[in-house]
């Protein structure tokens, strides 16, 4: 047996400085490389909520996030108490400023005080300006959806709450006439919101009637489509334009080396 | 009295500042004051001077935000002020998670966990350079300003100004981590911020000086420093303390019985030892 002892005190030889140096650098690389992908998909998800309205004049989200700095001049500069900062707990990108309409809509001040203060710029003065004044009509914070379904107005009841709250009323929301074929003998008023106009203010919404309101104020992105560039009104001179300065894509497939009749009528050839 | 002043002057004054700082933003809230407005990562003093957080700009410039003339002077402002002045006095006199820290740090010495734990401690102080360096090529990657989403310093400083939520559990994980886990766990071994302003602040004037002739090697001194490998020449050399990590808390000052112990301007220092 006392032989095998120089053996093992071989294997216990200190280690080396430099399989030391080698062992704390891969270790750190390694625990660097660990927290680095827990930090990212962290902020990958705090970051992720797009179902939020932001101030007026708010740059696109993504180069939103990355130029708030988070501060508060913008709350503190609110009168209405309107805009708020993301808490731990909201579920929102933490400490980025919000509204929530049904509670305290944007009162939509013509000077616009939560603007100018922002000291990077992720609320830009130049979106909300025209002709070098202030202009709060052009904003767009969100914009507003009606649900037909839960809104009494499409009903046949008479309400026009959310028109009269309005702040541009006439432009964002208009009022429809129509037939209420049920009685024969009533109007539908119905309210529709015109994106053009609607700044997303949330007036309407805090003014509906419904428990939980008919009509709400969402986030521009995801309460719009996209027609895309190959849909052209042709009854519009001004969308026809768009024709003049467009250039032909011809793609070339294996089947459109022949016509497509040919692929259909030789039938006899295919096989 | 006179010595309870002397041995918690720099203290109290920490403090105060710490405290006045947190009304004073809460005021601009709450009241509309109009002395210091918005919070750590950016303010405006009398609507006017805006103050920025270096660091935060430098995450928003590797996240590929365009950093607008306003932030630029306040970045400027406090980069000159921590540069030039203060060092890395944020840690120590300004930041709120400070208190926490220091109660942690003050139970654990009142129950004697060193003892218990022992001195050594088993964490490199150099992982807040590593984190620092993680949360630019994070914010590079995803372009967000990564260490700002998860930050419990903003988290508890905009929590006492704008609301707190569950704020609370971060105010509460750094205390238990502190207390529990990790002697300085968070200020002086994990804070990315704290790293940032060790490196700012390392050419910085004033400085804490060391007189050997006077020290008594009570070692009090290294009992009451969060970053006790800045005093390493306690009781050898007169030197001052050079290191960036030191936080400029004079904590060291109070306790020194011995006078040996005190703040000087480091142009100050070298004349006088190439003098001699």
Redesign the interface.
Known sequence: MSENRPIIKKKRQPVSDRRKFILNMARGAGLAAMGGFIWSAYVDEVTASTLLLRPPGAINEDDFLKTCIKCGLCVIACPYDTLMLAKPGDNKPLGTPYFIPRDIPCYMCPDIPCVPVCPTGALDEKSVTTDGVLDINIAEMGLAVVDDESCIAFWGIQCDACYRACPILGEAITIEYSKNERTGKHAFMKPIVHSDACTGCGLCERACVTEKPAIFVLPRETAMGRAGDYYIKGWDKDDEKRLENASEIKTTTEISKESAVDSLNDSGDLY | MATLWNSYRYLILRRFTQVSLLVLYFG??AW?WTIL???L????VFEII?L??PY??LQ?LA??????A??LI?VLILTLFYFIIGGRAFCSWVCPVNMITDSANFLRRKLDFDRVQGIKQPASRNIRY??L???L???A??????F???SPI??VH??I???????W??MLIIFLFDLFVLKNGWCGHICPLGGFYSILGKFSLIRVHHTQENCTLCMKCKVVCPERQVLHMIGKESLPVLMGECTNCARCIEVCDDDALGFSIRNLVKNKKTGE
């Open positions: 601009a809230n509309g407005m918005g919070n990562s950016s303010s405006k805006p920025s957080d935060a700009a928003m996240a590929g935000a365009v950093l607008a306003d932030l306040g590593w984190v360096a993680l949360s090529i994070i914010s990657v995803m372009g967000v300003t990564a700002e989403f998860l903003s988290m905009r929590g100004v704008f609301g707190l939520g569950f704020g559990a971060a």
